[in-house]
């Protein structure tokens, strides 16, 4: 049962982590080191709950804030930004699933893979749909969703370290996002070729 709920807790949080990479990894970062139903301390994952990584997931969400205000968000979601804050939550995905394991002792070289995936759906789920809901917000409403996109993911993070079966939910969530994503986007272009 212990190895289900590490599972559970890494689907979450890496999921979380594809969401939006750096308050999701602080906030699970302060329970383990509050020992609040997650702890690496005694892994080689322990860095994830020390300062150094708390202090840097902090910069690195102030810095995204910063960038979200001076380049704005549309600028940020695509070339070499969107490539590195893509690989950012795809590598921080992968830590905390791996470190979600290294808590109980398990192998943890799944938890790289496990991580990089859900880090993806995250990603894949939540991208295009910010996009799109930007799209038809005026300028001051949208300069508010990078704020619900971060609230979104601690609350992932947060509920799946807690309560761990709330990571396959997430999990799911995201997919059905990803799948009704594709399938409005199928449709918008069989759309257009009718119109042909």
């Known amino acids: 049962m212990h190895l289900a709920f590490d599972i559970f807790q890494g689907i979450g949080i890496a999921a979380a982590a594809g969401i939006r990479p750096f308050l999701p990894s602080l ?5 383990a080191a509050g020992d609040i139903q997650i702890d690496f ?11 150094p990584f708390l202090v840097a997931m902090l910069l690195g969400a102030i810095l995204l804030a910063v960038a979200e205000q001076r380049l704005g968000e549309d600028r940020l979601q695509r070339g070499p930004f969107a490539i590195g804050f893509g690989a950012i939550a795809l590598a921080v995905g992968a830590l905390l699933f791996a470190g979600a394991l290294a808590q109980g002792h398990y192998v943890t070289w799944p938890g790289y893979i496990a991580g990089v995936l859900c880090a993806a759906v995250g990603i894949a789920a939540t991208r295009p749909l910010l996009a799109r809901v930007r799209k038809r917000l005026d300028q001051a409403a949208a300069a508010a969703l990078p704020m619900f996109a971060e609230g979104g993911a601690l609350v992932c993070a947060v509920l799946s370290v807690l309560l761990p079966p709330v990571g396959l939910v997430v999990l799911g969530l995201l997919l059905w996002m ?14 257009l070729r009718i119109l042909r």
């Open 41 to 51: 301390k005694g892994t080689d994952f322990a860095f994830l709950q020390g300062t």
């Open 27 to 31: 906030a699970v970062g302060a329970l």
């Open 178 to 191: 990803v799948i009704a994503g594709r399938r409005r986007e199928g449709e918008k272009y069989a759309g």
